[in-house]
Nanobody, 124 residues
Framework: QVQLVESGGGLVQAGGSLRLSCATSGFPLRIYATGWFRQAPGKEREFVAAESWTGAYAGYADSVKGRFTISRDNDKNMVYLQMNSLKPEDTAVYYC?????????????????WGQGTQVTVSS
């Protein structure tokens, strides 16, 4: 059974940091690209960060570049998103997603599996 379970969200002040985790199971993470997307209230889901299945490529939305870092531990079947210098506009539900042998796409339609999301709230 495929599962992606996000954790690590919460309430943080502007300028603070959070590390999101995504525990995966039921498929071989080492051959999957990973991605993080977010959805704020009243807005469409948007791309945040992604990494190719080989780990050779990582891409970020302009709004988070230099502040967020995506990473993975294939042995532990974990995906991470380190978020630094958080801003109130980063407030959203964050979703982890994976794509078989993907190249780290920013297009949500490319992803096969999704988690249920974790809430991140940044206060000003």
């Amino acid at each position: 059974q495929v599962q992606l379970v996000e954790s690590g969200g919460g309430l943080v002040q502007a300028g603070g940091s959070l590390r999101l985790s995504c525990a995966t199971s039921g498929f071989p993470l080492r051959i999957y690209a990973t991605g993080w997307f977010r959805q704020a209230p009243g807005k469409e889901r948007e791309f945040v960060a992604a990494e190719s299945w080989t780990g050779a490529y990582a891409g970020y939305a302009d709004s988070v570049k230099g502040r967020f870092t995506i990473s993975r531990d294939n042995d532990k079947n974990m995906v991470y998103l380190q978020m630094n210098s958080l801003k109130p506009e980063d407030t959203a539900v964050y979703y982890c997603a994976t794509e078989a042998r993907g190249q780290g796409s920013s297009n949500a339609d490319h992803y096969d599996y999704w988690g249920q999301g974790t809430q991140v709230t940044v206060s000003s």
